[in-house]
């Protein structure tokens, strides 16, 4: 008997699924292109394959590849042989631009993209895979990413880039104006305090992070002018008390690091620093009720499993159920126009 397929089954096309597969070169024709320093050649104007090779010291058939690949990703676009940056490309994969975006590849390409080959592995044992690219056995990420300065400096490069551009959307999309002190729980390079403060003049800050990230931070700081109105408090939030003197804190890309237990406890830490009617605000991702979507953030949840092991995006009722046993109020939910989505709680 010779099987047919029905009318329905002809209409399905392998098309998806061809291009899911074929998504891992995309991700990797991204970050060749960055690493090997095409968008940069062409941050100053139009240039040949030719060109580019030469600069670059590349095979010139191979970077033509390349670049048609860009242009098919709509990175590059191409006009009688010669080579430019698309206007997402221009924006943020040129270096010396604010919003750079450059340490935030460097980061995937080093420690995300190889750490995906052990999804399997990762789903198979709940552990994170972050161990099979760096770090000790039994290492967090975050300790993993301390061993090395070079390490730490990537991801905080990342970070910085990354969280700039959610502080610029954060500081438009909350009123900070009615605050004195700003208190960043685990604020990293302090980009996020940075374009905060940068729009509330008025407005000074506290931010805490672990001592090397610190360091860092005082840095970046410096950089932009705003030493004076920052102070560095070097801790760990599962072990020190947090300052107490600010009347709005942050915990932004802090709680989906954490397993559900590490998470609560965090909000625990905050609500011991906070007086009453005190307003914490959370800036994260957030998982649809369905969870299915939206896309992005159920993959990312994924990565942190990769990364972090017991780590994941969170729903907003899982937020809000973490909320209400801390001993807040969630008051709003509302997007930012960035990457993440921002909500307010108050303590009780």
């Known amino acids: 008997m010779i099987e047919t397929l029905s009318k329905s089954e002809m209409e399905i096309s392998p098309g998806p ?23 940069a ?44 940056n698309s206007p997402l490309s221009q924006r943020y994969l040129t270096p010396g631009r604010r919003g750079f975006l450059g340490g935030f590849l460097d980061h995937f390409n080093d420690h995300m993209y190889p750490a995906w080959y052990h999804l399997e592995e990762a789903v198979k044992t709940g552990q994170a895979q972050i161990q099979q690219i760096l770090g000790e056995e039994n290492d967090h990420f975050f300790q993993a990413i301390d061993r090395q300065p070079q390490n730490l400096e990537t991801f905080m490069r990342t970070m910085d880039e990354h969280s700039l551009l959610e502080g610029e959307a954060l500081a438009g999309a909350y009123d900070f104006s009615p605050h004195k002190e700003l208190l960043d729980v685990g604020g990293g390079t302090g980009a996020m305090t940075v374009a905060i403060l940068e729009r509330y003049p008025s407005l000074k800050a506290i931010l805490f992070d672990r001592p090397p990230v610190c360091e860092i931070a005082a840095r970046n700081l410096r950089e932009h002018g705003l030493a004076d109105r920052v102070r560095l408090q070097r801790g760990d939030f599962f072990k020190d008390t947090l300052p107490k003197t600010a009347d709005v804190l942050l915990l932004s890309g ?13 909000l625990g830490r905050c609500h011991e620093a906070m007086k009453p009617g005190t307003i914490l605000l959370i800036s994260e991702q957030i998982l649809s009720v369905e969870k299915p979507a939206p896309s992005l953030a159920t993959l990312c949840s994924l990565n942190m499993l990769v990364m972090l092991g017991g780590a994941r995006e969170y729903s907003s009722a899982e937020f809000e159920t973490m909320l209400t046993a801390a001993g807040f109020r969630l008051v709003a939910l509302r997007p930012t126009g960035g990457f993440r989505q921002l909500l307010v709680a108050q303590r009780i």
């Not at 802090?254 to 965090?266: C, D, F, G, M, R």
């Open 17 to 39: 699924l061809y291009q899911m597969a074929m998504g891992f070169a995309m991700t990797k024709s991204l970050l060749a292109a960055h690493r090997l320093g095409l968008f």
């Open 41 to 84: 050649s062409l941050a100053t104007g139009s240039k040949s394959a030719e060109e580019i090779a030469r600069e670059r010291s590349l095979s010139r058939d191979s970077t033509e590849r390349l670049l048609d690949a860009c242009v098919s990703l709509h990175l590059c676009t191409k006009t009688g042989g010669l080579y430019a």
């Open 254 to 266: 802090i709680l989906h690091n954490w397993s559900p237990v590490n998470a609560q406890a965090i």
